[in-house]
């Protein structure tokens, strides 16, 4: 059995992964409990930590349209039953 002396992925800075074998980085976020690793296809570190900002603030803007969108379903719903 094989064991690793170093993971395939360190962690860099909160959030933020290197596959050493590529150079790549990746982003790990929690998105509604769930976590959410994605390939910021960035090799540059200052690129990539741009980046995870970007990937986290549209998924909490994601969040807020979907929360949006789901009360005005309910609100129209309601409306229906109300009349």
Request: aromatic share 10%.
């Amino acid at each position: 059995m094989k064991t690793r002396t170093h993971p395939a992925f360190p962690k860099i800075a909160r959030g933020l992964y290197l596959y050493e074998r590529t150079g790549v980085y990746y982003a790990r976020v929690k998105v509604r409990g769930k976590q959410l690793t994605r390939s910021l296809r960035a090799n540059d570190r200052a690129l990539a930590k741009q980046l995870l900002v970007q990937l986290r603030a549209g998924q909490q803007q994601l969040f807020h349209f979907e929360a949006i969108t789901v009360i005005a379903k309910f609100q129209t719903k309601f409306l229906c039953l109300v009349r």
